[in-house]
């Protein structure tokens, strides 16, 4: 069956960088979009960034400057870097692709 595992999250001061990564199994990975949403304590689920097919990247303006979404279609692994990370950060940080997301890894931005 299709699955997405993240990994990578982690408490990081503000300033500081992380880098997530999603390995995926059980679809082509190279045929599909790939995104990363967030949703933080109390929120809603929040679009961050999409690589499509052909390796074209999409952010949203909040993160835009700071982080950068890649994949590696070898490897079925999205990744994400994050720099300069802010405290409203903070969330759970899931990898998507069409139909389906991950259990998510937690990232905490905090002095």
């Known amino acids: 069956q299709e699955q997405l595992v993240e990994s990578g999250g982690g408490l990081v001061q503000p300033g500081g960088s992380l880098r997530l990564s999603c390995v995926a199994s059980?679809?082509?990975?190279?045929?599909?979009?790939m995104s990363w949403v967030r949703q933080a304590p109390g929120k809603g689920l929040e679009w961050v960034s999409t690589i499509n097919q052909g390796g074209n990247t999409y952010y949203a303006d909040s993160v835009k400057g700071r982080f950068i979404i890649s994949r590696d279609n070898a490897k079925k692994t999205l990744y994400l870097q994050m720099n300069s990370l802010k405290p409203e950060d903070t969330a759970t940080y899931y990898c998507?692709?069409?139909?389906?997301r991950g259990q998510g890894t937690q990232v905490t931005v905090s002095s």
């Open positions: 998507a692709k069409p139909g389906k």
């Open positions: 059980g679809f082509t990975f190279s045929s599909n979009p």
